[in-house]
C-alpha cells in the first residue's frame, strides 16, 4: 500500500473518481482513506482482523477497501443486494467486523462476536500482510471462499504503465473489478463510475466524461450491439475495449472490430485464484492472446491451461487446494497452443461428450448466433441413455417466432457448419439472455468467476 499512498500524495490534484458527476481528486481521496483508517482504530480494529466490507457507493468503496488493506486488515469486499446472501459469506468467512457502507452512516463498523480462526488467516497474521477474501457467485452452489495474499497481489501494480480515464464496469468484489481499479489508480489515472450498468448507461457515461477505456464481459458487449446503443451516443474517446470473464464470440468480436475501427481490443485472461496476467492479442479481433508477466508462468498439460503466480492463493476457505504440490494452479480451461499464443477454448466441464465426441459450447453457439433473429444463445448438454450426452441450446430471440419454426431454421443453418453430432437436438426459446449481477452469461453450464 505504501507505492499508492505516495503516489497519491504526489498527484493530489488529479482527478482519481468520478461518481454521479462529482470529480474526486487523489488528494481528496487520501484524506478519506486515512479519516476510514482512524476510525477502524478508534473501533479497535486491530491488524489481522477480517473485516466485511458492504460497499455501496464506490467513492467510499474504494477509501474503505484501501484503508483497510494498509491497516493490514483481511478484506471480504461485498458489492450484492442479497442480505441472506451477506449473511451466509460472513459466516464460511468467519467475519470479525462489518463495515456497512451503503447508507454512509457515521456508526457504519460494528463488531460481530466471531472470531476467524481459519488456518490461512493465521499465515496472514503471522505475515503481518493484508488479506483479500472473495467469493464464486455461488449459482450452482454454496459460495467458495479464495483468501488471497493482498501484498502479493499488489505487487505487480507497482509499476506504472498507462494512463488512461477507464470506466469502473465490474465490481469490487470481483478479481476483474478490482485488477481495474488497482491498475487504474497505479497509473494515477481517473476512474469513472457508471450509475447504470446498461448499454445506455454505460455509453451515456463515455460521452459524458471522455472514458478511453472500457472494460465489460462478452455478454455486455453484446447486449450493446443489441440495444444500438452505440449509434445514439458519441464514443469517439474510447482507445481500448478490455473483454474476459467468458468465451468472447467471434461473431461478436468481428462485429466489434467493424463498428469501431478506431478501439484497440485485448483480450485479458486471468481467475481468482492466481490474479489477472498480462495479455497480448496476436493481431486485431484475434482471440488468440499471450500471457504470463512478471510473476507468472504457464504451461498446458494434456490440453489444459495450468498458471504459476507469486500471487496465487492461499487456498480456499471451504474447499480443498487445487494448486498442485509444486505450485501450478490447475484452470480447468481447455485451449489450443500455437507458439507463445493460446486460444481458450472454453470450460473442461462443460464440455459436451457426445457418444465419445466432443463439442465445445462456444463452438456451436457462435454458429447459431450468426442467424438472423438471434439475440443469445448458450449451449448445454443433457444426458442421454444411449449417447450420453445431446447437444442442447437456451436461444433469445429478436422478435417472436415459434419454436417449431425456429428449431427448423437452427437446423438448416447449423448442417452446413457444424458435424451433426454438434447440432442441438433440443431448444428452449428464453424471453431475455439470462445474465448473473455481473453481466455474464448464466444458465444451465457451471459457472466461474475468472477475470
Not at 77 to 83: E, I, K, L, Q, V
Not at 226 to 232: I, P, Q
Amino acid at each position: 500500500m505504501r507505492y499508492f499512498l505516495s503516489l497519491f500524495a504526489a498527484i493530489s490534484d488529479r482527478p482519481a473518481l468520478i461518481w454521479r458527476n462529482n470529480e474526486v481528486s487523489y488528494g481528496s481521496l487520501l484524506q478519506q482513506i486515512t479519516e476510514g483508517k482512524k476510525r477502524l482504530e478508534e473501533q479497535s480494529v486491530t491488524a489481522g482482523a477480517v473485516v466485511a466490507l458492504w460497499v455501496d457507493s464506490p467513492v467510499s468503496a474504494v477509501a474503505w477497501l484501501l484503508a483497510s488493506l494498509d491497516a493490514s486488515h483481511t478484506v471480504i469486499p461485498y458489492a450484492g443486494t442479497s442480505g441472506s446472501r451477506f449473511r451466509e459469506i460472513l459466516d464460511i468467512a468467519e467475519a470479525e467486523w462489518v463495515v456497512d457502507l451503503r447508507d454512509e452512516k457515521p456508526d457504519c463498523c460494528r463488531g460481530t462476536e466471531t472470531t476467524g480462526t481459519h488456518p490461512l488467516y493465521a499465515r496472514l497474521r503471522e505475515s503481518g500482510h493484508p488479506g483479500l477474501v472473495l467469493f464464486s457467485s455461488g449459482s450452482t452452489g454454496k459460495p467458495k471462499g479464495t483468501v488471497l495474499d493482498a501484498s502479493r497481489l499488489l505487487k505487480k501494480y507497482e509499476t506504472r504503465r498507462r494512463d488512461h480515464r477507464t470506466l469502473a464496469f465490474l465490481l469490487f468484489d470481483h478479481i476483474g473489478g478490482l485488477d481495474t481499479l488497482f491498475y487504474a489508480l497505479s497509473n494515477g489515472s481517473c476512474l469513472v463510475f457508471p450509475e447504470e450498468r446498461t448499454p445506455d448507461g454505460v455509453c451515456a457515461t463515455i460521452e459524458r466524461h471522455r472514458v478511453e477505456v472500457l472494460p465489460a464481459t462478452p455478454s455486455f458487449l453484446n447486449l450493446l450491439l443489441l440495444s444500438e446503443a452505440h449509434k445514439r451516443h458519441d464514443l469517439s474517446s474510447l482507445r481500448w475495449i478490455t473483454y474476459g470473464a467468458e468465451v468472447m464470440p467471434e461473431t461478436t468480436l468481428r462485429r466489434l472490430v467493424d463498428l469501431f475501427p478506431n478501439v484497440r481490443f485485448l483480450q485479458k485472461y486471468g481467475t481468482t485464484e492466481v490474479g489477472t496476467l498480462r495479455s497480448k492479442s496476436r493481431e486485431p479481433g484475434s482471440l488468440w492472446l499471450r500471457i504470463g508477466g512478471e510473476g507468472y508462468q504457464t504451461r498446458v498439460v494434456d490440453g489444459i491451461l495450468q498458471i504459476k503466480s507469486e500471487a496465487a492463493m492461499l487456498g480456499y476457505l471451504n474447499a480443498p487446494s487445487p494448486i498442485t504440490e509444486d505450485g501450478w494452479f490447475d484452470t480447468g480451461d481447455e485451449v489450443i497452443q500455437e507458439g507463445e499464443y493460446l486460444r481458450v477454448l472454453g470450460r473442461k466441464s462443460d464440455i459436451i461428450n457426445v457418444g465419445g465426441e466432443k463439442v465445445f459450447p462456444a463452438e456451436v453457439e457462435d454458429v447459431i448466433r450468426q442467424m438472423p433473429n438471434v439475440a443469445e444463445a448458450i449451449v448445454y448438454g443433457e444426458a442421454n441413455l444411449i449417447l450420453g450426452q445431446v447437444v442442447c441450446a437456451r436461444v433469445t430471440l429478436v422478435s417472436p417466432e415459434t419454436r417449431t419454426e425456429f428449431f427448423e431454421r437452427l437446423q438448416g443453418h447449423c448442417r452446413p457448419q457444424l458435424e451433426p453430432f454438434k447440432i442441438p437436438v433440443k431448444v428452449v426459446l428464453a424471453d431475455a439472455p439470462p445474465l448473473t449481477e455481473r453481466l455474464k452469461r448464466t444458465g444451465p453450464r457451471t459457472e466461474r468467476d475468472p477475470v
